[in-house]
T-cell receptor
Framework: KAGVTQTPRYLIKTRGQQVTLSCSPI?????VSWYQQTPGQGLQFLFE???????NKGNFPGRFSGRQFSNSRSEMNVSTLELGDSALYLC??????????????FGPGTRLLVL | SQKIEQNSEALNIQEGKTATLTCNYT??????LQWYRQDPGRGPVFLLL?????KEKRKERLKVTFDTTLKQSLFHITASQPADSATYLC????????????FGPGTRLSVLP
């Protein structure tokens, strides 16, 4: 079974631009969560999508948004990029139940550098 | 305020010894706690989950304990090998719905040959 894939793997943008990252979950998984990882703040939850609906949201500004398609693929968008948005963006997929016993499978991440 | 901490940023041990990593949390009441391994440039990989009513969980050379009174989880790697060198993260869910997890800052383990 193919793992979680994320595209692109690396991205360089300038301040003020916007960016869209893509995540394809494991086949059959309906939940996709997005995380931001930085050396200073660690791994922080952005939001979770399930069945095309945002089910949970972390404490990030509205510049960070996402969506999920009917095939469970998900995209996240960051508008008006700031230098502090430079990070590794990870997505994780799971079956989609509400049980905490579900395993999350992470993708390799997209490394975003904002200049 | 809510906080999740891991005992040290980095831990060096000799090959063959047992590595013990600590995860402490404040103002959470998690029903489950998870441990992940992350290698440089890669996403975290799930290792173990332990429920609040379980004192201990084992998987091969890995052992996790969960003390809800102390608000602490210990993660042990016995007979450690250089291949165990990685960053280990603990994670808990702050509520009872969905797949949003709060992660600790991680402990970077180096197993020296």
């Amino acid at each position: 079974k193919a793992g979680v894939t994320q595209t692109p793997r690396y991205l360089i943008k300038t301040r003020g631009q916007q960016v869209t990252l893509s995540c394809s979950p494991i086949s059959g998984h309906r939940s996709v969560s997005w995380y931001q990882q930085t050396p200073g703040q660690g791994l922080q939850f952005l939001f979770e999508y399930f069945s095309e609906t945002q089910r949970n949201k972390g404490n990030f500004p509205g510049r960070f948004s996402g969506r999920q398609f009917s095939n469970s693929r998900s995209e996240m968008n960051v508008s008006t990029l700031e230098l502090g948005d430079s990070a590794l963006y990870l997505c994780a997929s799971s079956l989609g139940g509400t049980s905490r016993q579900e395993t999350q499978y992470f993708g390799p991440g997209t490394r975003l550098l904002v200049l | 305020s809510q906080k999740i901490e891991q005992n040290s940023e980095a831990l060096n041990i000799q090959e063959g010894k047992t590595a013990t990593l600590t995860c402490n949390y404040t103002n959470y009441s998690p029903a489950y706690l998870q441990w992940y391994r992350q290698d440089p440039g890669r996403g975290p990989v799930f290792l173990l989950l332990i429920r609040e009513n379980e004192k201990e969980k084992r998987k091969e050379r890995l052992k996790v304990t969960f003390d809800t009174t102390l608000k602490q989880s210990l993660f042990h790697i016995t007979a450690s090998q250089p291949a165990d060198s990685a960053t280990y993260l603990c994670a808990l869910s702050p509520d009872n719905y969905g797949q949003n997890f709060v992660f600790g800052p991680g402990t970077r383990l180096s197993v020296l040959p």
